[in-house]
DNA sequence: TCGCCCGATGTCAGCGACTGACATGAGCGT
DNA sequence: ACGCTCATGTCAGTCGCTGACATCGGGCGA
């Protein structure tokens, strides 16, 4: 399957993800990039369809990830629960330091173009979620709002994770940010 | 303070309004826009950072008014009932019918660019709300999911209503969807 | 009343993201 | 050995967006 160089799609990012952390997002062309990887500019759009989709590559596989273990929880949980476990395996994705995903994240934080396209994938997140609810016997509205707040539980979670040096992981995160919107969502 | 003929912001929104309903969204050519409102592009880009903020330049009233709702809420609410008391002034912004809101959506959800927009503009209110608790003394991580819980309900109780002939406003639509979230986040 | 200044608009040139069309060349099967 | 396929290269062009400078009409002080 590999002609020429292979792995030129993991070069370019390899070249971006670099180019990024040494002079910004903005400074850097996709010229410049491809250049990086021996490549051209044309062939860096044809892996990537935009500059900015070369940052999140990963995030398909972190939500087939939260989806399989949705499939995969315990049918006795409530749509909540269940959503909320799921999302607590991006663990396996994310994996047990925060430094590289910390890293990304600063780069992401610091461009609105990045932190809108961020946005709509977590949104695709919570779409998959709400999806996998479904299958689970919950009505669409509930789906729906559990997976908002599930993805909701896990982007605090995440955020303490990565500013957090004490080497707890991202589930321990995940869980106590679900004890927190218990509280808030509890009676009124 | 006019000079020329005045209202140059406003003729612009309508022009790109209008040809983004006749042909489309990418279709449409910045150019073109100011053409019709017979002014130049660059003009354009003087009044809206963005081809896309033409569409959104509404947001930021929105935002101030749900702001302003929250800081007049009764004191005894709880966080949540307070962000959604405040979500609910939206109202006021929307006006009766969802007639132009609907048309309006119906743009934006054919775009991928212009959901980013949008879901951006929505984490903006997500962060006003989550300070406007903090300054009724909520702390940071209770506000923050609170702020989007009451988002999700507002997005929920927004699409319902724009997708409603019934004749009934946004205020009842949401708090319909607050009902459902409490019974999703309740006790597990 | 005259003339100066300001602020909104116009003009121009240019960069960089992205795309379509076509060319090339290396491996693979036959 | 031949030709097909497919990743890549090449080229030209469109459009979003920006900086620098010019223009011009109205308000305002002298």
Redesign the pocket.
């Known amino acids: 399957m590999g002609?020429?160089v292979p792995g030129?799609r993991g070069r370019l990012q390899r070249a971006a993800f670099e180019l990024f952390a040494e002079r910004g997002f903005e400074q850097?062309?996709?010229?410049e990039i491809a250049a990086r990887a021996?490549?051209?500019?044309?062939?860096f759009?044809?892996?990537f369809?935009?500059?900015r989709e070369v940052l999140f590559a990963g995030q398909d596989e972190l939500t087939t990830r939260i989806v399989a273990a949705l499939a995969a929880a315990p049918a006795e949980l409530s749509a909540l629960d269940a959503a909320v476990v799921a999302v607590e395996a991006s663990a396996e994705v994310l994996g047990p330091r925060p430094d590289g995903p910390r890293a990304r994240q600063t780069v992401i934080d610091a461009h609105p173009e990045l932190r809108e396209r961020e946005l709509i994938k977590m949104e695709g997140l919570v779409a998959a979620i709400a999806e996998g609810l479904g299958r689970r016997g919950v009505p669409a509205a509930a789906a729906s709002l559990a997976a908002s707040s599930a993805v909701a539980v896990f982007r605090m979670g995440f955020e303490r994770w990565i500013g957090d040096d004490g080497g707890r992981g991202v589930e321990e995160h995940i869980r106590e940010a679900l004890v927190e919107l218990r509280e808030v969502a509890g009676a009124s």
Chains 1, 2 share one sequence.
């Open positions: 002609r020429w030129a850097t062309t996709v010229a021996e490549l051209t500019e044309r062939t759009f044809r892996h369809t935009d500059k």
